[in-house]
């Protein structure tokens, strides 16, 4: 079983930039398709950006979009999220998730067209002045 641990979160003004990082246990990161999701109080969970198994196909949520970029070391079983430019919006809890498989459809995985399995504990992002 998969287990996921994310570090990272913090305050941060806006304009800044933070790395999150999301440690993978108990399997092989490498046949799992990432991603990252954010949920702020009193809003729905949003699919941030997902990733294929080989990086051929990588979603970014258009909020996102040039600010955000996911990445993933296998070797150090590891992904990451780095945010720029982060704006008050961007405050949230941030979680990891993993999707086991090749070729996963990760426009649908982002959007929640299925329940994942495998979801880290979250960590707090929180951008103010």
């Known amino acids: 079983q998969l287990q996921l641990v994310e570090s990272g979160g913090g305050l941060v003004q806006p304009g800044g930039s933070l790395r999150l990082s999301c440690a993978a246990s108990?399997?092989?990161?490498?046949?799992?398709?990432i991603g990252w999701f954010r949920q702020a109080p009193g809003k729905e969970r949003e699919g941030v950006s997902c990733?294929?198994?080989?990086?051929?196909?990588?979603y970014y949520a258009d909020s996102v979009k040039g600010r955000f970029a996911i990445s993933r070391d296998d070797a150090k079983e590891m992904m990451y999220l780095q945010m720029n430019s982060l704006q008050p919006e961007d405050t949230a809890t941030y979680y990891c998730?993993?999707?086991?498989?090749?070729?996963?459809?990760?426009?649908?995985?982002?959007?929640?067209?299925?329940?994942?399995?495998?979801w880290g504990q979250g960590t707090q992002v929180t951008v103010s002045s």
């Open positions: 108990g399997s092989t990161l490498d046949w799992y398709a």
């Open positions: 998730a993993g999707e086991p498989g090749r070729d996963i459809n990760v426009t649908g995985m982002c959007a929640g067209a299925a329940p994942l399995d495998y």
């Open positions: 990733a294929r198994q080989d990086g051929s196909r990588i």
